[in-house]
T-cell receptor, first 110, second 117 residues
């Protein structure tokens, strides 16, 4: 069964810092990997989708990479802002199911 | 992308009662999902809502407790039956949008925050 792990569980950084969130998965037979953002008590907002054949995707200050063979993805956030404070989840998709990590709770201090 | 709305956004219910949550999508989609997110936890898939047939439930979830309807390609409901305080969670519906497995992107509704007293 696919297992998805996110490290660290929580991260607190000062505003302006560049940071990296990690996601690992045990079964490399995935169709794609998706990064989400979740604000407290809210639904999930899709940030980036990386197809299995892609190595990375970029959107604004966000860059996500995928190394399928090693079962890893990273989400890079440049020049972090207090508005980036949220929980970030990764999910892998295979066999018609999404498998979610437990998330990284990010706090960006002004 | 897909825009998804859920009703109600939150509710406080008494033990033993039932609540029906609605999920409306702005476009026709084949696959719709229902998730539960307990406090401080990640998402757990309850079931896949299939249009025109019974929902497909994950291990640990049963139709009697979580009946699901999917009358068309833009709408679904999830009922939480005979509620107990352990059912207090955020319930989320999601849809798959894309052409083919590699391109399938999941979009979520805003969630329904349920508190059972």
């Amino acid at each position: 069964k696919q297992e998805v792990t996110q490290i660290p569980a929580a991260l607190s950084v000062p505003e302006g810092e560049n940071l990296v969130l990690n996601c690992s998965f045990t079964d490399s037979a995935i169709y794609n990997l998706q990064w989400f953002r979740q604000d407290p008590g809210k639904g999930l907002t899709s940030l980036l989708l990386i197809q299995s054949s892609q190595r990375e995707q970029t959107s604004g200050r966000l860059n996500a990479s995928l190394d399928k063979s090693s079962g890893r993805s990273t989400l890079y956030i440049a020049a972090s802002q207090p508005g980036d404070s949220a929980t970030y989840l990764c999910a892998v998709y295979n066999f018609n199911k999404f498998y979610f990590g437990s998330g990284t709770k990010l706090n960006v201090k002004p | 992308s897909a825009v998804i709305s859920q009703k109600p956004s939150r509710d406080i219910c008494q033990r033993g009662t039932s609540l029906t949550i609605q999920c409306q999508v702005d476009s026709q989609v084949t696959m719709m999902f229902w998730y539960r997110q307990q406090p401080g936890q990640s998402l757990t898939l309850i079931a896949t809502a299939n249009q025109g047939s019974e929902a497909t439930y994950e291990s640990g979830f049963v139709i009697d407790k979580f009946p699901i309807s999917r009358p068309n390609l833009t709408f679904s409901t999830l009922t939480v039956s005979n509620m107990s305080p352990e059912d207090s969670s955020i319930y989320l519906c999601s849809v798959l949008s894309g052409q083919g497995a590699k391109y399938n992107e999941q979009f979520f509704g805003p969630g329904t925050r349920l508190t059972v007293l």
